[in-house]
C-alpha cells in the first residue's frame, strides 16, 4: 500500500508535468526521463481509472472533465506534500517568506526598526512586510502574522502577546497659541478634534475624573484611517488628536507637540498581540519571527 501511494505521487508529478510542458517530450526533458516513459505513466493512470485523461494529437495536448478534474487534485497533492517537505526542513533552518502586516505608525516606529537585527539573525528568511491600518484575514491566507491591537476577537487563530500601549492627547505650540489650551475635556468641546474614522460613528474620548471613568464625545473637521495622519495633522496645528503613546515620543522629546489633559487621563491601555495560525505544522520561520517580535519590542511606549 505504502509503495502504491508513492508511486501514485510520482504519476501525478509526471501527469502535471505533461500539461505544464504541453508534450510528453517536454515532460519528459524537465523529469529526465524518456517520452515512452511518460507515456507509460500517463497510461497506466488511465488504465486504472478507466478513463480518458488526455486527448492526443499530434500537436498538442488537451484534458477531457475527467483529465480536469485528476489535475486539480493532483496539483493540491503535490503542493501539500511540499507544504510539509518544507516545513520539516525549516526546523533546522529556517527559510522561505514570512508575510507580515502592522499598523501604519507602529510598523514605521517599532517593526521596521527592529528588522535589520532579525534578517541578519535568519538571513534565508525574507520578511515580506505589508504596513496598513487595514485589519488583514491571517485565517484566509492574506498574511502569515499580524499585529493587533486591542482585545483580541475569538478565532482558531495563535495570539502572541507582544506588549502594551497608552494614549496621549496631544496638539502643537501653534494651535495652543490660536485657540488656548483646554484645562477640562469639556473644555475639548470649543476645539477641532482629529479623530480615527474606523472607530465608531459617534466618537468619543475617555476620561477619569475622581475616580470615575467616562466617555466625551468629540467633534473635527478631518478624520484619518491611521495615527500617523493624525500625528501629522497635529504638528501642523490642524487640531488635537488622541494617538497611541509611542507615536509621539519624538514628537514630545522635541517640543513639536504638548500633551493635554494628563490629569484626567483614564489610564487605559491596549494590548499588543501578533496573531497567526499556530499548530503542528505551523513553519519554523514564522515561529521564529514571532518569538523575535516578543523579545526585542515589550512595551513600545
Not at 31 to 44: D, E, K, N, Y
Not at 96 to 103: F, H, N, Y
Amino acid at each position: 500500500m505504502a509503495r502504491e501511494a508513492v508511486d501514485r505521487t510520482g504519476e501525478m508529478e509526471v501527469f502535471t508535468a505533461a500539461i505544464a510542458h504541453g508534450s510528453f517530450s517536454g515532460a519528459a526533458r524537465a523529469l529526465g526521463l524518456t517520452p515512452s516513459a511518460v507515456s507509460r505513466t500517463i497510461g497506466r493512470i488511465e488504465a486504472r481509472l478507466g478513463v480518458r485523461l488526455i486527448l492526443r494529437t499530434t500537436r498538442a495536448l488537451s484534458l477531457t472533465a475527467e483529465g480536469q478534474a485528476y489535475l486539480h487534485g493532483a496539483r493540491r497533492v503535490l503542493a501539500d506534500l511540499d507544504d510539509v517537505e518544507r516545513a520539516i526542513a525549516d526546523q533546522g533552518s529556517p527559510r522561505g517568506r514570512v508575510r507580515v502586516s502592522a499598523a501604519l505608525a507602529h510598523g514605521r516606529l517599532c517593526v521596521t526598526p527592529a528588522l535589520g537585527e532579525f534578517v541578519a539573525l535568519y538571513p534565508h528568511i525574507v520578511v515580506d512586510l505589508s504596513l496598513t491600518d487595514t485589519v488583514v484575514d491571517v485565517a484566509a491566507g492574506q498574511a502569515d502574522v499580524a499585529i493587533r491591537f486591542g482585545p483580541l476577537a475569538d478565532s482558531p487563530l495563535m495570539a502572541r502577546r507582544l506588549g502594551e500601549t497608552g494614549r496621549t492627547i496631544v496638539a502643537s505650540p501653534d494651535y495652543l497659541a490660536r485657540r488656548g489650551t483646554p484645562a477640562t475635556p469639556e473644555a475639548l468641546h470649543d476645539h477641532n478634534c482629529l479623530n480615527f474614522n474606523f472607530r465608531r460613528a459617534e466618537p468619543v474620548w475617555p476620561f477619569r475624573r475622581d475616580g470615575r471613568d467616562y466617555a466625551l464625545a468629540v467633534q473635527g473637521n478631518v478624520e484619518a484611517n491611521n495615527g500617523d495622519t493624525l500625528v501629522q495633522l497635529a504638528c501642523e496645528g490642524v487640531g488635537i488628536a488622541r494617538v497611541g503613546s509611542f507615536n509621539v515620543v519624538d514628537h514630545l522629546a522635541a517640543g513639536r507637540l504638548i500633551p493635554l489633559l494628563e490629569a484626567f487621563n483614564p489610564g487605559d491601555r491596549e494590548a499588543i498581540h501578533a496573531v497567526f495560525v499556530g499548530g503542528a505544522n505551523m513553519p519554523a520561520r514564522v515561529r521564529v519571527l514571532v518569538d523575535f517580535l516578543a523579545e526585542r519590542l515589550g512595551d513600545p511606549a
